[in-house]
Nanobody, 116 residues
């Protein structure tokens, strides 16, 4: 299982970025999530997307509700994190994660810096 994030960079406050996570080695139906780790902080869950018998379910941490959107391309399996109205507190390394076969797999992360 391999996860590769992309799309990070420097953005001004109020700006937007879209992160992508390319996943290989597993199908497109496993729970996928985005985490972030800001300077001096522990890693925190940002958003999670699962596909079950009752359809797609999405969870988000309160600080990103109405600003961030997680989505998944069901064909390619690429997972996205659309981030709008970014602020300095969103500065962090963002990690993509997959749950598969009882394990949690991680990408190496992509840095998002929000600064004027």
């Amino acid at each position: 299982v391999q996860l590769v994030e992309s799309g990070g960079g420097l953005v001004q406050p109020g700006g937007s970025l879209r992160l992508s996570c390319s996943v290989t080695g597993i199908g497109a139906l496993y729970p996928m999530s985005w985490y972030r780790q800001g300077p001096g902080n522990s890693r925190e869950l940002v958003a999670i997307e699962t596909m079950g018998s009752s359809g797609e379910k999405i969870g988000q941490t309160n600080s990103v509700v109405d600003r961030f959107t997680i989505s998944r391309d069901s064909v390619s399996g690429v997972v996205y994190l659309q981030m709008n109205n970014l602020g300095p507190k969103d500065t962090a390394v963002y990690y993509c994660s997959a749950e598969y076969a009882g394990r949690q797999f991680w990408g190496k992360g992509t840095l998002v810096t929000v600064s004027s």
